[in-house]
């Protein structure tokens, strides 16, 4: 059983959220109705779990009356029964949404790829990863921006930075973060060799500016000429951006618009998102190290996944998954059935963690 006094918490804080909104004129209207949301759903799941739980105390005080007619008997049996089947399912759901909630998981998100060992092959793969998350996000009915793009000579991706908006978008990306591996013959190998390469993707929560302050006075900001490949300029006017946030030394360039208004725009969008994952990282170390004995930490260094194209398959090592559905996978149609993998467990193992510490 859940203890009552953890419901009881919930219940309160949902009903006193509600008692502000109705009140109004209140400053934190915004974050109130975020948090009102997002506890809607528990409140419905502990009314059911409690009235579930009620009946199935009902109706065993009703079978142990000796006075009780063997009709009314035959019915309360029946329907303990069936709330008895149901009462499982019921509360394990609810404590899956008891769980200690990552805080950002309702972000959307930024995803990082760049090419790692391998060269052009490399290159080529992080393309297919930039169209693998593109893909999959637009199914979700996310919105995408490529925010930066740094190309190959044979048209993969260096570098890309891609934006995906929408409300959870975060919680189902995040554990794309780590090393990801390919196995195939590439285009550039003529004597038909299997090569194995690799590329990186960071996945970062997007921040709402109030999640992110920046003071001006800890930026630098220089302006220059975009220039292409060969130092050819794209453009006459200094349209590129580099930020640098002096505290953290953080830096960010940009020069994909012909805007410098733009381009100051966008490296400020990526800027916060690496700053407010930094601040994640110091404040939720606990909650990392725990990421890190589940389903892995979203360390770029970690191997996470590999993409073997001469046997059609996609393993995750993290959970000891392996699909033969590459195409799929890689076209983003079928990248859900991971990730839906990697949450169930994630889910499994905090339920776990915590059962072991009452």
Do not use: C
């Amino acid at each position: 059983m859940i203890p009552e006094a953890k419901l009881e918490r919930v219940l309160d804080r949902f009903h006193a959220i509600e008692a502000q909104l109705m009140a109004g004129h209140t400053s934190e209207s915004a974050t109130l109705s975020r948090e009102h949301a997002q506890l809607a759903p528990v409140v419905n799941a502990i009314t059911a779990y409690k009235a579930t739980r009620d009946a199935i105390t009902q109706n065993r005080q009703l079978l142990d009356d000796p006075a009780l007619d063997a009709d009314l008997k035959t019915l309360a049996n029946e329907e303990l029964q069936d709330f008895n089947q149901r009462f499982p399912e019921l509360e394990r759901d609810l404590r899956l949404l008891l769980l200690p909630r990552d805080s950002a998981d309702n972000s959307s998100a930024i995803i990082e790829i760049r090419a790692g060992t391998g060269g052009e092959e490399a290159s080529l793969f992080g393309g297919d990863l930039l169209k693998m998350y593109t893909r999959f996000a637009q199914l979700q009915g996310w919105k995408t921006e490529l925010l930066s793009l740094s190309e190959s000579d044979l048209g993969g991706v260096k570098e890309a930075v891609l934006s995906v908006e929408g409300e959870g978008a975060y919680a189902r990306l995040k554990f794309e973060s780590g090393v990801h591996r390919v196995q195939r013959v590439p285009v550039t190998e003529a004597s038909g060799r299997i090569h194995t390469s690799a590329a990186t993707v960071a996945v970062l929560p997007e921040p709402e500016d109030v999640d992110v302050s920046v003071d001006d006075k800890d930026l630098r900001i220089d302006v220059y000429r975009a220039s292409g490949a060969g130092g050819q300029h794209v453009n006459k006017t200094e349209s590129a951006v580099r930020i640098t946030h002096i505290p953290s030394g953080i830096v960010v360039a940009m020069q994909e618009e012909k805007s410098q208004h733009k381009n100051r725009a966008k490296a400020m969008k990526i800027l916060k998102a690496r700053l407010f994952e930094a601040e994640r990282e110091r404040t939720e170390r606990a909650r990392a190290e725990e990421r890190k004995g589940l389903v892995g930490s979203g360390d770029r260094s970690e191997r996470i996944r590999t993409y073997n194209f001469p046997q059609g398959r996609v393993s995750d090592h993290r959970i000891n998954l392996t699909l033969y559905k590459l195409d799929r996978i890689l076209a983003g149609d079928d990248l859900g059935e991971i990730i839906d993998a990697l949450v169930t467990e994630d889910q499994a193992n905090r339920l776990a963690a915590e059962a072991d510490a009452v």
